[in-house]
C-alpha cells in the first residue's frame, strides 16, 4: 500500500503530466470508497490522500471532476460520523459552496458537516426547518445531520412531525435518539398519521424501551388500536428482553410465541377459514390492498414490492398448503440471506434487520422500512436469529375476510389492479423507488424523490411510466419541471393502459404550446384548447394541479386556472401515468405529489 501511495504522490507532483494527475485523484477516490485506503486520523502527515484530493478541488473548475472527487469522498466517508477537517478544506467549502451545481453545493455541505463546520452545520438546520426550501435540499440535511448525530435534531424533528414533507423521515430519525420527549410526540400525531407513517412511527415506538412503554398504555388506553400492532411490531418489542414489556403485550394484544405446537393444525384451521368463503372466497383488488398493508414492504409480487425478503412472483403460490405453510411458518425453511439479526446499539436502541454489508467502520442493516448504517463503533451487540426476517402470526390482526381477500389475491397467476382507499392511497409514491409503477427502466428512474424520465437519444414513440393505483375522484397536485421546454410530456389520469405500451385517456398536458391544456390520447384528441402558457416557468418547477370529480375536471398551473370542463363522456376511473413524448432528447422531472381521494370540485390554489 505504502508503494502505491507513493507512485501516486510522484504523480501527483508532477505538473507537467495532467493526465496523470487526473487518474491519481480518480484511484484515490476509488480506493477510499471501497475502504483499501483508509481516511487519516488526526494529526495524520499532510501528504494523506484526502489532502491531496482537497488541492485537486481547489484547483480545478471542472464540474464534473468536482462532482467524481466529492461523490467518492462522501462514499468513502460512509460510516463514519466525523473525521478531521484536512489541511485546505476552508478554502475548497468556500470556493464549491459558489458552484452553479446545485450537486456540488450540496455534495460539499455534507462533507464540511462531516468535517466539523459550525458553518456548514447552521446552514443545514436552516434548511431541514425551512417549508420553503427545495425538499430534495431538505432530505439532503437531513440525512447529513443525522450523519453526524447533530445534538439539536430530535428537537427539530419533533417540528417535523407537523410537517407533510418530511413526516415520514422526522418518525424514522427519533428512532436514532433515546430523547425522553420524542414517544410522547410522536403519541401525540399518530392518529392524524397516513398508513405508511403509522408504520413508521410504530418501528420508532418498538425500538428501545422507553418508547415501548408509553406505546402499550396507549393501546391498554385504546386511543392506538391493538390491531394496528402487527406481528413484526410485537417481534420487535418482544426482542427488546423486558419483562414488563413482555406481561403488557399478552396484555393488550395476546400470546405471542416463537413456535407453534401444532402448525398443521393451524394450517388446516386457515384452509376450514378459506373455503368457507365459497367459489370466489376473496376479491383479488382488496387481497392486494392488504398485500401491500402488511406484506408488500418486505416482499416483491409482480414486480410491486420491496426487497427485504424473498420475490414471491415465481413461488408456487396456486397451492393453498404452500401459501399457508409460508405464511403461518415462516420458520420451516430460512435461507441465509433472509435470517433476522438483533442489533443493538450502545445507547439502547434495537434493530431487527437483515445484515447486508459490513466492514470496520460500519455495519449496513435493512428493515422493513428502511436501511440503515450503524458505525461499528455504536454497536453494543450483533446476533443472528436462526428464525426468519418475516415473523410468525402475521395474520393474526386481521379479519377473516381480510385473510381470504390475501390468499385470494396471492394466488392469482397475474397482477390485479390496486384501488386507492384511504388504506392504500399513500402506496402512490413512496420517494424511494418505483415500486407500484410500470415503465422503462432505461428511461424512468427516482433521483433525490423525484421521479425522472430521461432520453438521451430522443425517442420513436411515446413512453409512459403507469402507475398500479386506480383513482376515481381525486385532487393531485405535483410540481413538474420540463428540459428543454420546447419538448413535450403530459400527467395522464383516469386512463387505461394498452397492450402496445400506450395509454389511453385524459392528459393534462406539459410543453410549449401545450402547458395547461387537455387532451384524450387514444381518443377524442384535443378536449381543452386554452393554453396555460402563460402561467409558466419555463425549464423550472411549475406547480400542476388536477382535480376529477364526477364528470368535472379541473386543472391548474402555478395557481393559475386552466382546464374547467364537464365531460359525461370521459372515464369516471383509471390508472395515473407519466409520458415521455416522441421527438428529441429530454428530462422531465416530477416531485412533491399530494393526492387527496374524495376531493371538493374547487381548486384549492386559484389566485
Known amino acids: 500500500m505504502k508503494k502505491t501511495t507513493k507512485l501516486l504522490r510522484i504523480c501527483w507532483a508532477d505538473p507537467s503530466r495532467p493526465s496523470a494527475r487526473l487518474k491519481y485523484a480518480i484511484w484515490l477516490c476509488l480506493l477510499l470508497a471501497t475502504g483499501i485506503l483508509q481516511m487519516p486520523a488526526a494529526g495524520a502527515d499532510e501528504n494523506d490522500a484526502l489532502?491531496?484530493?482537497?488541492?485537486?478541488?481547489?484547483?480545478?473548475?471542472?464540474?464534473?471532476?468536482?462532482?467524481?472527487?466529492?461523490?467518492?469522498?462522501?462514499?468513502?466517508?460512509?460510516?463514519?460520523?466525523?473525521?478531521?477537517?484536512?489541511?485546505?478544506?476552508?478554502?475548497?467549502?468556500?470556493?464549491?459552496?459558489?458552484?452553479?451545481?446545485?450537486?456540488?453545493?450540496?455534495?460539499?455541505?455534507?462533507?464540511?458537516?462531516?468535517?466539523?463546520?459550525?458553518?456548514?452545520?447552521?446552514?443545514?438546520?436552516?434548511?431541514?426547518?425551512?417549508?420553503?426550501?427545495?425538499?430534495?435540499?431538505?432530505?439532503?440535511?437531513?440525512?447529513?445531520?443525522?450523519?453526524?448525530?447533530?445534538?439539536?435534531?430530535?428537537?427539530?424533528?419533533?417540528?417535523?412531525?407537523?410537517?407533510?414533507?418530511?413526516?415520514?423521515?422526522?418518525?424514522?430519525?427519533?428512532?436514532?435518539?433515546?430523547?425522553?420527549?420524542?414517544?410522547?410526540?410522536?403519541?401525540?400525531?399518530?392518529?392524524?398519521?397516513?398508513?405508511?407513517?403509522?408504520?413508521?412511527?410504530?418501528?420508532?415506538?418498538?425500538?428501545?424501551?422507553?418508547?415501548?412503554?408509553?406505546?402499550?398504555?396507549?393501546?391498554?388506553?385504546?386511543?392506538?388500536?391493538?390491531?394496528?400492532?402487527?406481528?413484526?411490531?410485537?417481534?420487535?418489542?418482544?426482542?427488546?428482553?423486558?419483562?414488563?414489556?413482555?406481561?403488557?403485550?399478552?396484555?393488550?394484544?395476546?400470546?405471542?410465541?416463537?413456535?407453534?405446537?401444532?402448525?398443521?393444525?393451524?394450517?388446516?384451521?386457515?384452509?376450514?377459514?378459506?373455503?368457507?368463503?365459497?367459489?370466489?372466497?376473496?376479491?383479488?383488488?382488496?387481497?392486494?390492498?392488504?398485500?401491500?398493508?402488511?406484506?408488500?414492504?418486505?416482499?416483491?409480487?409482480?414486480?410491486?414490492?420491496?426487497?427485504?425478503?424473498?420475490?414471491?412472483?415465481?413461488?408456487?403460490?396456486?397451492?393453498?398448503?404452500?401459501?399457508?405453510?409460508?405464511?403461518?411458518?415462516?420458520?420451516?425453511?430460512?435461507?441465509?440471506?433472509?435470517?433476522?439479526?438483533?442489533?443493538?446499539?450502545?445507547?439502547?436502541?434495537?434493530?431487527?434487520?437483515?445484515?447486508?454489508?459490513?466492514?470496520?467502520?460500519?455495519?449496513?442493516?435493512?428493515?422493513?422500512?428502511?436501511?440503515?448504517?450503524?458505525?461499528?463503533?455504536?454497536?453494543?451487540?450483533l446476533l443472528q436469529s436462526e428464525l426468519s426476517m418475516m415473523p410468525e402470526g402475521l395474520v393474526q390482526p386481521l379479519a377473516d375476510q381480510e385473510v381470504r381477500d390475501l390468499i385470494y389475491y396471492l394466488n392469482r397467476p397475474g397482477q390485479v389492479p390496486l384501488l386507492a382507499t384511504p388504506e392504500t392511497v399513500d402506496l402512490f409514491f413512496n420517494n424511494k423507488d418505483l415500486t407500484g409503477w410500470d415503465g422503462d427502466p432505461a428511461l424512468w428512474k427516482v433521483e433525490n424523490g423525484e421521479i425522472v424520465g430521461r432520453s438521451a437519444a430522443g425517442l420513436k414513440q411515446n413512453e409512459f411510466l403507469k402507475s398500479d393505483l386506480v383513482l376515481g375522484d381525486f385532487r393531485l397536485v405535483c410540481k413538474v419541471k420540463l428540459t428543454p421546454n420546447q419538448e413535450n410530456s403530459g400527467i395522464q389520469f383516469r386512463s387505461e393502459p394498452q397492450a402496445d405500451g400506450e395509454v389511453k385517456g385524459y392528459q393534462a398536458d406539459v410543453g410549449a404550446g401545450w402547458w395547461g391544456k387537455l387532451y384524450e390520447e387514444r381518443g377524442r384528441a384535443l378536449l381543452w384548447d386554452k393554453s396555460g402558457e402563460a402561467h409558466v416557468k419555463p425549464e423550472e418547477w411549475n406547480t400542476y394541479e388536477i382535480v376529477a370529480v364526477g364528470s368535472e375536471i379541473r386543472t391548474a398551473i402555478n395557481g393559475y386556472p386552466c382546464v374547467h370542463l364537464n365531460d359525461p363522456a370521459g372515464a369516471k376511473r383509471g390508472i395515473t401515468a407519466f409520458q415521455l413524448h416522441a421527438g428529441g432528447p429530454l428530462e422531465v422531472r416530477y416531485k412533491d405529489f399530494q393526492l387527496e381521494l374524495n376531493p371538493k370540485p374547487e381548486l384549492a390554489t386559484v389566485k
Open 51 to 381: 489532502p491531496a484530493l482537497v488541492q485537486v478541488l481547489n484547483e480545478t473548475d471542472d464540474i464534473q471532476f468536482q462532482l467524481d472527487i466529492l461523490k467518492g469522498l462522501n462514499d468513502g466517508l460512509r460510516g463514519r460520523r466525523q473525521v478531521p477537517m484536512p489541511r485546505g478544506w476552508d478554502a475548497a467549502e468556500a470556493r464549491l459552496s459558489q458552484s452553479p451545481n446545485p450537486e456540488v453545493r450540496s455534495l460539499a455541505q455534507v462533507l464540511s458537516v462531516t468535517f466539523g463546520s459550525a458553518k456548514a452545520l447552521e446552514a443545514l438546520r436552516r434548511t431541514l426547518l425551512d417549508p420553503a426550501a427545495d425538499l430534495a435540499a431538505r432530505r439532503t440535511a437531513f440525512d447529513s445531520l443525522q450523519g453526524v448525530r447533530d445534538p439539536n435534531l430530535p428537537a427539530m424533528l419533533q417540528r417535523l412531525l407537523s410537517d407533510a414533507a418530511l413526516r415520514g423521515a422526522a418518525l424514522r430519525g427519533l428512532a436514532a435518539f433515546d430523547d425522553p420527549q420524542a414517544p410522547g410526540a410522536i403519541l401525540d400525531v399518530y392518529n392524524s398519521l397516513s398508513i405508511a407513517e403509522k408504520r413508521d412511527a410504530l418501528t420508532t415506538l418498538s425500538s428501545r424501551a422507553t418508547f415501548a412503554q408509553p406505546l402499550l398504555a396507549a393501546v391498554d388506553r385504546k386511543t392506538i388500536p391493538a390491531k394496528d400492532l402487527t406481528a413484526e411490531v410485537i417481534r420487535q418489542l418482544r426482542n427488546l428482553k423486558n419483562a414488563e414489556i413482555d406481561q403488557e403485550i399478552q396484555k393488550v394484544w395476546g400470546v405471542a410465541r416463537d413456535s407453534s405446537a401444532d402448525k398443521q393444525q393451524e394450517i388446516e384451521k386457515y384452509k376450514r377459514l378459506y373455503r368457507a368463503g365459497g367459489s370466489q372466497p376473496g376479491d383479488a383488488s382488496r387481497g392486494r390492498a392488504v398485500f401491500a398493508r402488511v406484506c408488500q414492504q418486505c416482499h416483491t409480487l409482480f414486480d410491486a414490492g420491496g426487497k427485504v425478503g424473498p420475490d414471491l412472483t415465481g413461488s408456487n403460490r396456486n397451492d393453498l398448503d404452500y401459501i399457508l405453510q409460508n405464511i403461518l411458518d415462516p420458520n420451516a425453511v430460512i435461507p441465509n440471506d433472509y435470517r433476522a439479526s438483533t442489533l443493538e446499539t450502545k445507547d439502547n436502541r434495537v434493530i431487527t434487520a437483515i445484515v447486508k454489508q459490513q466492514d470496520a467502520h460500519a455495519i449496513t442493516v435493512v428493515t422493513a422500512n428502511e436501511t440503515l448504517v450503524i458505525p461499528r463503533q455504536e454497536v453494543d451487540s
